[in-house]
């Protein structure tokens, strides 16, 4: 698997987070000349590409965020890549099919980023409207699950030893791939000797 800073694994997190995969806002603490390096090596590297950003004049709060201005009145954005999924644990299989922006000759079209990075609780339900996908067996995905219909629930850091993943990587998976496109919701409570734990309901 690619080796990456905790910068990057964060940016891509957040990304895959969201229905279109775009990867702004970058973190608040990263900006200048250190943001455009960041940027520039993962795109080197194939996790996120530079696309046309969407423009919508008579709503430009439904505008896709801006990652560098293009000439006449165009812009970029920046998107997760396949690769980029793969690179924290995620098959872009098992998530919906995005509604990312696409290289465009000019034109308004498209729809909102959901630029919300959400953080999985114990009181969250699933969205309405969320799709019920299995994911595929042998996956990292498919551990997490696992590990979450135990019995006996799974800590953040239990899954991080099963998984390889980040800790921001494994609850970022539990409120976006699991919560907001399996419609799974995970519950957590604190367990004397053992710290918080995270359960999905037994299938």
């Known amino acids: 698997m690619t080796q990456l800073s905790d910068t990057q694994a964060i940016i891509l997190s957040a990304a895959a987070q969201r229905d279109d995969r775009i990867a702004l806002p970058l973190p608040a603490n990263l900006k200048g000349g250190a943001a455009t390096k960041v940027v520039d090596t993962m795109i080197a590297k194939g996790l996120i590409e530079e696309v046309e950003a969407r423009r919508i004049a008579l709503q430009p709060h439904l505008s896709d965020p801006v990652w560098r201005e293009t000439g006449d009145g165009h812009g970029s954005t920046l998107v997760i890549t396949d690769a980029g999924l793969a690179a924290i644990g995620i098959a872009p299989d098992e ?102 734990i995270y359960k999905l309901p037994a299938a």
Do not use: C, F, Y
């Not at 042998?138 to 997490?144: D, I, N, R, S, Y």
């Open 95 to 196: 998530l919906s099919e995005p509604n990312a922006p696409q290289p465009t000759t000019g034109g308004d079209t498209g729809a909102s980023a959901d630029g919300a990075d959400h953080d999985a609780t114990a009181t969250d339900s699933a969205p309405a409207g969320a799709k019920s996908r299995t994911p595929r067996d042998g996956t990292k995905q498919a551990t997490l699950i696992a590990m979450l219909r135990a019995p006996e629930g799974a800590t953040i850091a239990e899954i991080v030893a099963a998984t390889g993943w980040q800790p921001h990587t494994v609850r970022g998976a539990m409120a976006g791939a699991l919560k907001k496109k399996l419609g799974l919701e995970v519950t957590s409570e604190k367990v004397e000797g053992r710290g918080r």
